[in-house]
Structure formats: C-alpha cells, structure tokens
C-alpha cells in the first residue's frame, strides 16, 4: 500500500481536483447534529465531526428504491435509477468504511445483489481518522482501522495528511493532484504513531468480544432479554442508524385499473413487530424480548458463526438513537458479569 502526505494548507486544492471524480459529497453539519449530503461549496464540509445520523450505507442501499417495473406485454424493466451516478464520499469514518466491507459480505457474496454492485461500482471513499467520544467502542469491535475499502484514507498528523491509497482509483486521484502529495519521512512516521497511540487511550469504552459468541450461546435465557422487552419500544430506530443492518422489505406497487407497477425495496427493522409475521398469521417473534434478543444475537453470535466476526463496528449510533437508552455497549458487559446470573 502506498503512503504520502499532503499538506493541510492544500485539503481545498485537493477537494476541487476530486470533484472531476464524481459529486463531491462529505458530512455537513446540520440542527447541531451531522449529515452525509451533496455540498454545495467545500467550505461547509465538516472532517471533525462525531458521527453522521445515518451511515454512509445510505449510499450504497438507499432507504427506498425502486428494483424495476412492469407491465403485461413489456415484461420486467430493472430499475436503473441513480446506479451509474458518479460520487466521491469524502470523510468516512473508519468504523462506517469497515461497515460497508461488512456489506459487501452480504451483497457481493454468494449472491450479488446487481443494485448494490453498480452503486458501489461508481462511489468513491476517501476516508479520515477520527477520535472517539463517550459512545464510540469502535476499537472493542476491531473496527478502529480499516486496510481495504476505500480509495484514500486521510490521518490527520499536525502539519499533514497522511494518506493511505488503498486502490488504483485512489492512485488516479492523487496523481490527478499533480505534485500536491509528498513521500513520508521519518518524522512523520513517528508523528503518525504518536497519534495511533493517543487514540487508542482515548477510548472510553472497552467492551470484550473474545468470547462473547460463546457467552452469547450461553445465556440465551438469561433475564436480560426480557427486561430489555419491557423496555424497547420497537421503535427501530437502532436499526435505521446502524451502518451494518441491512434487512429490507419488498413490497409491489399496482398501478389502478391496470396490471401494471413496480417493485420497491425498502429498510426493515427485526425490532417491528411485522418483521416474523407470515402468510399463515404466524409470527416468530410475537414479543419484542423475543425481537430485541434477535437483533442482538444476529449481530454478535449469528454473523460470527456466517462470517467470522460480529457485524457490530462500534458506531456508538444505535446508542445515541435510542428512546430509552438502550447501550449496546453496556448490554455486553451486563451479559458478561457473573452478578447478573442472578438475574434469570
Ligand atoms: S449495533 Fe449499534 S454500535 Fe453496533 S454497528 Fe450497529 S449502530 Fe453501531
Ligand atoms: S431504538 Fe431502542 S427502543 Fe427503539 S427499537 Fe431499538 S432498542 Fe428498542
């Protein structure tokens, strides 16, 4: 992987040159809170920021989309809306850039989804470190770093950028740039690992997940599942903001008088109560224990078991989303403590 520098004096020089790259979009700040959009000057990006209220996912699987249309005689027409628009994401975190590595498993796995492919195709990301708060357990969940996904990923190290390029697009970006980026030297080196190490005690939260599938397994009666129902609201929210849920629903829209329509797909949530209910009236998971505890066992026992690792990154956003203070962070530790044995 090849690593450069460039100038902080020169961060607007380099923004206006990606731009020939696709639409230059970046989190901007928005009620006091961040948002992923288009900018419409650069001045109004915002690289300091916490989290975004939705994960860049939003890019990749949009919240609702068509999949195609149909009508008797013509057949079925895949949707190709917004597949081929050229994008540059500027400013993905390193747990939401590990988010959609995490996606990529499940969309351009065993089965490729085509929608997900081309947007993912034609979207660049150039990332940034950033530095934890008070919700963020990012490094618990191995998600702190990324080595693969983006294009470019920016460290702020003082004076410089350092910049990890991690694909041939990245290459075109910085040679796009002329002679904005510098080889690295000794000093930056150290000043990049000084700062890796004042991140890593920045962290306020440390949640072990060694062994967490087997406790996991080993507590599915645990008591904490039900007082947790009594609590969530099912709203869903946990799910909207997560950057690695990606359950949709699928549903036809008839034209009136016709046999014509279209297919959307849609975001979902296991927390809804509609989520397990099938054709018969059956529903697997009547109560919300019964749905909260499946959200948390798909996320940090069954993807292990499918994937090798929890599709919890650490985000912090379900926590900032939730109601009723729902904190995934401290629902592991209440798992692993032996005092709450007592609780089943
Ligand atoms: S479960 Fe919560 S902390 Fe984990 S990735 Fe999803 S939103 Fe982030
Ligand atoms: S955000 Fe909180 S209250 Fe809403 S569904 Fe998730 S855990 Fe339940």
């Known amino acids: 992987m090849k690593i450069l520098k460039l100038p902080k004096g020169k961060l607007d020089l380099f ?25 419409a000057r650069w001045p109004d990006a915002r690289l300091e920021y916490d989290r975004t209220i939705l994960p860049p996912k939003k890019y990749f699987l949009p919240p609702r989309e068509t999949l195609f249309r149909y009508r008797p005689g013509e057949g079925f027409v895949p949707s190709t809306d917004g597949l081929d628009q050229r994008i540059v994401l500027f400013g993905v975190h390193a747990c939401d850039v590990y988010a959609i590595n995490i996606l990529d498993q499940v969309f351009l796995g065993k089965y490729k989804d085509p929608y997900y492919q081309a947007r993912r195709r034609n979207i660049a990301i150039i ?16 998600a702190d770093f990324v080595d ?27 040679l796009a740039t002329g002679n904005l980026f510098e080889p690295v030297g000794p000093a930056d080196i ?5 700062r890796s190490w004042n991140k890593r005690r920045a962290f306020h939260l440390d949640v072990e997940i060694r062994d967490l599938s087997e406790i996991f397994e080993m507590e599915y009666e645990s008591g904490i599942w039900d007082q947790l129902g009594r609590k969530c609201l099912s709203c869903g929210s946990c799910s909207m903001v997560c950057p690695t849920c990606y359950c949709y629903d699928v549903s036809d829209d008839v034209e009136l008088g016709s046999r014509a329509g279209k297919r959307t797909r849609s975001w979902d949530s296991c927390l809804y109560f509609n989520h397990a ?28 078991a499918e994937y090798g690792r929890p599709s919890c990154v650490g985000c912090g956003r379900c926590v900032s989303a939730c109601p009723v203070n729902i904190d995934t962070a401290q629902v592991i530790d209440r798992l692993r403590r032996v005092e709450d044995v007592g609780s089943r």
């Open 190 to 194: 150290d000043a990049y690992k000084e």
């Open 277 to 304: 209910l099938v054709a018969s009236g059956e529903n697997f998971r009547r109560d919300r224990a019964s749905r909260i505890k499946f959200r948390f066992y798909h996320k940090q026992r069954g993807f292990v």
């Open 148 to 174: 693969h996904g983006f294009d470019l990923f920016f460290y702020d190290t003082g004076d410089y950028y350092q910049a990890l390029v991690g694909t041939a697009l990245g290459d075109d970006m910085v």
């Open 15 to 39: 923004a206006s040159v990606v731009q020939q790259f696709g639409e230059l979009h970046a989190p901007v700040e928005q009620d006091g809170k961040y948002v992923f959009k288009r900018l």
């Open 127 to 142: 990332g940034i470190d950033c530095t934890p708060d008070k919700q963020c357990f990012c490094r618990s969940m191995r």
